[in-house]
């Protein structure tokens, strides 16, 4: 689809995404298994557990995708400066990678820390791509 192919890094993004949430799926449910947890139950919110941070790993993976999906995607759609698209959903994956590993690792404070300042970061250029997106639709 060549209509698209200026969007690879977008889209690649995108699908990367995806695919970690999804690999996250089985890891969180084994965790969970591993401590005698019902299907669906959510482990007690103790940062100090690994289950717990897998499982809340997972679940910011599942919350997020949407909003990242629809956002790039209408970028796309509406013909927003391939670069910015580029840029922003790109940076979106990588400070998502990062806020994963600090998340899983156990790294930093449960609150306004690292963890913190990645999922602004994220958010800022999710935000950035919504108004680029419906700048470009008017």
Avoid at 3 to 32: M, N, Q, R
Avoid at 43 to 71: C, F, I, V
Avoid at 85 to 97: D, E, G, Q, T
């Amino acid at each position: 689809m060549e209509l698209f192919a200026e969007y690879g890094h977008a889209i690649a993004s995108l699908v990367i995404f995806t695919l970690i949430v999804l690999f996250l799926s089985p890891l969180s449910a084994l965790a969970k298994q591993g401590k005698g947890l019902a299907p669906g139950a959510t482990p007690e919110q103790d940062y100090s557990d690994k289950a717990y941070r897998l499982n809340r790993a997972y679940l910011n993976g599942t919350e997020t995708l949407p909003a990242y999906a629809s956002l790039t995607i209408a970028a796309i759609l509406m013909g927003v400066s391939p670069f910015w698209v580029n840029l922003l959903a790109s940076v979106v994956l990588v400070s998502r990678l990062v806020m994963l590993f600090v998340h899983i690792r156990g790294i930093g404070k449960p609150h306004s820390g690292l963890r913190s300042v990645l999922y602004v970061v994220g958010w800022a250029c999710m935000f950035v791509m919504g108004i680029m997106a419906l700048v470009a639709a008017f």
